[in-house]
Structures are given as structure tokens and as C-alpha cells.
């Protein structure tokens, strides 16, 4: 098992805990500041690859009378935002801009 392997499952163990990252790191003797390293490290490779031209993103949301089928996003790690729709498009962009 790789380092960026080893460090990803405790990275997903511990979020399905739910306990502190201090809580996990003692519980499974890790090194809470190479835990932090890892953690940083590979949510970086989790963000969604795009061209760095313009800090704004052009966003069109339109009404509709009739429910519309939510969007939802995967990124290359694994991660699913789901359940986008025009109540909470903006909320989306917002986590979008703060990813990227």
C-alpha cells in the first residue's frame, strides 16, 4: 500500500467516524501533523480541474413551475455534491469557488 494510499483510508475511516482529528489520530497512533499533511495533500487532488483564466464563473439559474431533476457533481476522488437544484444553485457555486 502506498503512502497517498495508507493516508486516504485513514482520511475516509476518519470521516465516517465523525470524531475530532485529534480524537482519530490518538485512537489509531498516527501523527496528527502528517495526518493534516496527507489530509491537505490529497484533498488538493480531489478538486475540480479547471482553467484559472477568470475568478468568476457566469451562472444562469432559471425558475420553474415544475420540479426539475437535481445535478449533481463528481470529482475524481470520489466525492458526490448532489442535489442541486435552482433553491440551492447559488450555495453550489459558492462551494464551487471555494474548492477551486
Known amino acids: 500500500m502506498s503512502h497517498s494510499q495508507h493516508w ?14 485529534a480524537q482519530y489520530c490518538r485512537e489509531h497512533e498516527l501523527d496528527q501533523s502528517q495526518f493534516s499533511y ?4 490529497l484533498i488538493k ?15 444562469q439559474v432559471a425558475v420553474m413551475s415544475e ?5 449533481s457533481i463528481s470529482f475524481p476522488c470520489g466525492i458526490v455534491l448532489s442535489g442541486i437544484d435552482a433553491n440551492n444553485a447559488p450555495v453550489a457555486a459558492t462551494l464551487l469557488e471555494y474548492l477551486r
Open 8 to 21: 486516504q483510508h485513514h482520511i475516509d475511516a476518519w470521516q465516517q467516524a465523525g470524531s475530532s482529528q
Open 38 to 41: 496527507w489530509k491537505r495533500k
Open 45 to 59: 487532488t480531489c478538486e475540480p480541474q479547471s482553467v484559472k483564466s477568470s475568478r468568476f464563473a457566469v451562472a
Open 67 to 71: 420540479p426539475a431533476s437535481s445535478l
